[in-house]
Structures are given as C-alpha cells and as structure tokens.
C-alpha cells in the first residue's frame, strides 16, 4: 500500500488541498489527528478526508472540539480558537470526532500514535530520552506519531539503546526495514519548524520506505478566512513564518 501521511491539519483547508495535489498517486490515507483547532475550515477538512480510504486518529484538539479534553488544558488562544470550532461544528463531524481513536495498529509491527504510543494524546516525542522510553515499553519497528509539528526521525541506536533525532529535510527518504524508527510527518496546517510551507510523508508498505515532503499553499487565503471569523492574530501571523 502507498500511503499519504498527515498530522496536525489544524482546520486548514488551503494547506490540506495543496498537499493532495502535490501528492503521488496514493491508495490510503493516514491521518494522525489534530484535524481541528486552529484554523478557519474544521467541517471542510473533516469532510475532504472523508473521501478517501482513511485511517485516521484524534488528537488532543480533535478531543478539545467535542469536550473530551478540558479546554483550560490549552493556552489562552488555542482555547479561543476551540471555542470557536464548537460553535460551528456539524454535528456530523462532532459524531465523526468522537469515534475515532488516538491510537491503533496500522499493520504488524507499524503503530500509530497522535502524541506517543505510552501517551497517545498529549505526549510530545521532541527528544531522545522521552523517545527512548517509548521504545524500551513497546515492541513497535516503526511508530507514525504527530503533534509536535515537526518532522522528525526519531532512530534507537540498538547498540547502546540510544536514541538520534534527525531533523527531517524535505525529500529525505528513509528505509524501514532492520531499524526501529519513530517518524513524524510534521503540520499539514501550521508547521513550527520555520518553513511554513505544508509538512506531510508518504510511506510505501511494499517497499518500506518513507518520504517527507514540502508543499506551498495560499497561505495569505487561510489568513483571511481566520481573521473573518475573529480568531487571535498570533495564530493568524505564526502561519507566514511556520513557527
Ligand atoms: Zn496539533
């Protein structure tokens, strides 16, 4: 199977259109949550992955949105933004939200996690010791995890049980096979690496690899419909610089 992989959409349509032009061809999609918060378009983008063969999981935003995590939880504007999104879901989408989990298998020895497989919801894998201990507590070869943001490769050194963090470049491939990987896609809809083109991968099961790839989107049009609909300026204005 050949995979598009997606995390931290964020309610970003312009940013989610532009990454499914880019793509190669693909016959199922992986989201890794965060489809809301943030951004002007939650019911849109929720409906547009719905057209596609989808494995998709919550994040915490996504549980933000339907009250299943308390939004004092969140900094001042993601819960303006939360409020926000509630006040204009579909119902559809809320029930759509609600069944989804924060983690599941893709395939044997292939898990999928929106924050960690030990803490699948709110855990950021930002630095080797926390990606070590995911690694001593599971059994996975390769775990596909969001929420940070940032694409990352996450190596165990299995000499010594070490852990190397790679920051990802845009067209880097990497080989899964023989290794034990964590990998993160980055942010579809708001990237924090300083590059605030969309972040997204895409996996190849029969080969074992992975690709990370860049796209530009319209970012100025996202900008537009936030301001319209009155959400905080700091999250308008971190989009142009992807931070
Ligand atoms: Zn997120």
Redesign the pocket.
């Known amino acids: 199977m050949r995979y598009l992989v997606v995390s931290?959409i964020?309610g970003n349509a312009p940013a989610l259109e532009a990454v499914l032009q880019d793509s190669p061809e693909f016959d199922g999609m992986i989201c890794l949550g965060?489809m809301v918060?943030y951004g002007p378009n939650p019911n849109e983008c929720v409906s547009r992955l719905g057209d596609f063969d989808l494995v998709c999981l919550a994040?915490?935003?996504d549980w933000g949105a339907i009250g299943k995590a308390d939004l004092l939880i969140f900094n001042r504007e993601a819960r303006h933004a939360l409020t926000w999104t509630q006040s204009v879901m579909r119902p559809t989408v809320a029930e759509y939200l609600k069944g989804l989990p924060p983690m599941q298998a893709l395939m044997d020895g292939v898990v999928l996690a929106h924050g960690s497989p030990r803490d699948p919801v709110w855990e950021y894998l930002v630095d080797g010791a926390s990606a070590a201990q995911n690694f001593e507590q599971f059994d996975f070869r390769t775990a596909l995890v969001?929420?940070s943001?940032l694409p990352l490769v996450h190596e165990l050194l299995e000499d010594d049980g070490r852990v190397r963090l790679l920051r990802a470049e845009v067209g880097m491939m990497v080989h899964l096979e023989n290794r034990r990987l964590i990998l993160n896609p980055g942010?579809v809809g708001?990237p924090r690496d300083g590059d605030p083109r969309a972040s997204f991968a895409f996996l190849d099961t029969d080969q074992m690899t992975w690709s990370f790839r860049r796209v530009s989107y319209p970012v100025t049009i996202t900008q537009e419909r936030m301001r319209a609909q009155g959400l905080p300026q700091r999250l308008i204005d971190r989009l142009e610089v992807g931070r």
């Open positions: 931290d964020h965060d918060g994040g915490n935003h969001g929420h943001h942010s708001q």
